[in-house]
């Protein structure tokens, strides 16, 4: 009798859970995932344990004590949150549940997540750089406010001014500053006082509430709208702890609405008592002028002389200037007289007549030796040509002609043109010649030709 022995591969419940644990955690990285609080449970562990549903569906879930630390409120049964967790599988039960790490109110949560991403964009593009800040004037003339027109902001920026420096003017540019639209209608204000140009500085803000209450000043057109004024912009959103992207781009941040208007109004009290000591200054300033003058004016008084012996005194320096003026003229007349007899003997040597007596004696000279020069040249030039003269006779094709001696040409047809004969092989029997002798020109054609030497006159031509 033989046994038969299983072959099958059995696993136990525990390796089992553990497998499908894996396989969840694996298949299902970190996820976000919506829905409402129910059946919440909060041992003594700090841990929580609750149920998250939708309306067609529920998991349990899991929040460990280390990850409650950073809830910013408190989890109840009913409230809708959105969970960041990894699927996961208790396996002693084989319960299958999601571990949360983090957990935000479903509303805010998602505005939170707009708002980072949205200051991360306008941060990587520089709109929070110190280098694009403007100048905030210190003590502006007009003040610009952009809020609510009926908001408690507005209320708080005009309560400060009269309270510590009612001469500033206050325009306001009306917007609404929470609901739809509202974001739009804060830009567009904006954008109005810069092209209107008739304030010094912008407050862009309103009073505190909810991030939804605030949300407008986180969207990115009232953003780039700050950020493209050319006018000075001081955010003053909310409360001191509200931060938004309108304040990060913003060429100052005002905690309120109230401190935005304190940083913009000098305390009216100050400027009364600097005015009081710059009168002060003043009074005494014009006290020691009139005592130096009154001073100055006692001693012109001394100086003072009646008016007859001003007038004789002065009657004795016109005589004085008088006989001065005499003797200068004297003088001056006693120079200009030896200058001028100076001159007519200058001009007496150098008179042009004289001058020209000089060269036209000097021109007659240069004129005789200039016929010399010419007839000494001539005579050089005459015996050179006669010279030369000679000579070119002596080299004439003429005077060789002259003494019994011919010039041959030889016409050819393939250039019609004389070429000159110089030897025997220079010719041909037929060849037709042209000799040119002292008087007169020869034509022929040659018959007979020889290398005997023919030019003795004893020798037959006829032979």
Not at 113 to 119: I, M, S
Not at 280 to 301: A, E, F, P, V, Y
Request: hydrophobic share 35%; proline share 3%; with cysteine.
């Amino acid at each position: 009798m033989s046994i038969a022995v299983s072959t099958r591969n059995i696993i136990s419940i525990g390796e089992l859970n553990q497998r499908v644990r894996n396989l969840l955690e694996g298949e299902f990285p970190a996820i976000w995932i919506e829905g409402e609080i129910s059946n919440l449970v909060k041992p003594s562990s700090g841990h929580l344990y609750f149920t998250l549903k939708d309306s067609n569906a529920q998991v349990r879930a899991a929040m460990f004590k280390g990850n409650n630390r950073f809830l910013t409120f408190t989890p109840r049964n009913g409230t809708q949150v959105m969970v960041r967790c990894r699927v996961s599988l208790y396996a002693p039960r084989g319960d299958y549940q999601i571990i949360v790490d983090s957990m935000e109110e479903s509303g805010e949560g998602a505005l939170r997540r707009a708002y980072e991403q949205l200051k991360r964009k306008l941060a990587d593009e520089g709109l929070f750089e110190h280098e694009y800040k403007q100048e905030i004037p210190r003590h502006p003339q007009t003040v610009g406010v952009v809020t609510s027109p009926t908001g408690a902001a507005i209320r708080d920026i005009l309560t400060v001014f009269k309270r510590r420096f009612p001469a500033t003017e206050i325009i306001l540019f009306p917007s609404m500053v929470q609901g739809e639209g509202s974001a739009q209608n804060i830009a567009r204000m904006i954008e109005k006082a810069n092209q209107l140009k008739n304030c010094d500085v912008l407050i862009v803000g309103r009073g505190g509430g909810s991030l939804e209450d605030l949300w407008a000043f986180n969207e990115e057109i009232v953003a780039r709208a700050v950020f493209t004024s050319t006018i000075p912009v001081i955010s003053a959103v909310g409360h001191e702890i509200d931060f938004t992207i309108a304040d990060l781009v913003a060429d100052m941040r005002a905690a309120t609405p109230s401190a935005a208007a304190e940083l913009l109004s000098p305390d009216q009290l100050e400027y009364h008592a600097t005015i009081a000591n710059q009168a002060q200054q003043l009074s005494n300033l014009m006290r020691d002028k009139i005592l130096t003058n009154r001073q100055h004016l006692g001693h012109l008084q001394k100086r003072l002389k009646h008016p007859g012996q001003t007038l004789q005194e002065q009657v004795q320096r016109l005589d004085m200037l008088e006989s001065r003026l005499k003797n200068a003229l004297q003088y001056q007349l006693s120079q200009q007289k030896s200058t001028l007899e100076n001159c007519a003997t200058r001009l007496r040597l150098n008179s042009p007549q004289l001058q020209f007596e000089q060269q036209l004696e000097n021109i007659q000279q240069l004129r005789q030796r200039l016929d010399r020069s010419m007839e000494h040249m001539m005579l050089l030039k005459q015996q050179a040509l006669q010279h030369n003269g000679q000579r070119l006779d002596a080299l004439s094709p003429l005077a060789t002609l002259s003494r019994g001696y011919s010039i041959t040409r030889k016409k050819t047809s393939a250039h019609k043109k004389l070429t000159l004969i110089r030897h025997f092989n220079d010719v041909k029997v037929g060849d037709r010649l042209r000799s040119e002798v002292s008087d007169g020109t020869i034509y022929s054609t040659v018959t007979e030709t020889s290398l005997e030497n023919s030019i003795y006159p004893d020798k037959d031509i006829n032979k």
